[in-house]
């Protein structure tokens, strides 16, 4: 099992499958957004999918699935200022097999805030934290955080 997954990794990412080595994807990307309560925005995505590998040897399937949901709140204010709160927490499980699967939870708190002094300019900033937790089927734990910032500044004439 781990010979087969070790081939798929070095031929996927070398590109260099041979005629009688195949791999395939195939699989769903369902979403969803809701806006029914004012400044609220809440997302949810799911891709189901799997791949697999084919060479003279052996057959292989490994499943996926990514589980996306997002929060956001934007909080007006002033009518040139806008805070937005917002939470978005990913599940993925990759490696599928009927014995073993990888697993990666990350939950990213967010706050972004947008600036309209005038017409022409936009000043926008954000600041991201994902603390990310990984395992596979055996164990499961803390893995790190990272700390994201943006600005943006826009103007037009």
Aim: no cysteine.
């Amino acid at each position: 099992y781990d010979d087969m997954l070790d081939r798929i990794d070095y031929h996927t990412e070398k590109n260099t499958l041979t005629q009688k080595e195949h791999y395939i994807n195939y699989g769903v990307k369902l979403g969803a957004k809701y806006t029914g309560i004012k400044n609220l925005t809440l997302k949810a995505n799911g891709v189901f999918g799997a791949g697999t590998f084919i060479d003279e040897i052996s057959k292989i399937t490994l499943g996926y699935v990514k589980l996306d949901a997002d929060a956001k709140y934007d909080y007006k204010v002033t009518d040139k200022f806008v805070v937005s709160p917002e939470l978005n927490t990913t599940v993925k499980f990759s490696n599928i097999t009927k014995d073993y699967f990888d697993s990666e939870l990350v939950l990213a708190p967010k706050v972004s805030a947008k600036y309209t002094p005038t017409d022409k300019l936009v000043i926008t900033g954000n600041l991201e934290t994902p603390i990310k937790f990984s395992g596979d089927k055996e164990s499961f734990g803390f893995d790190n955080v990272t700390i994201k910032t943006g600005l943006n500044i826009k103007y037009t004439w």
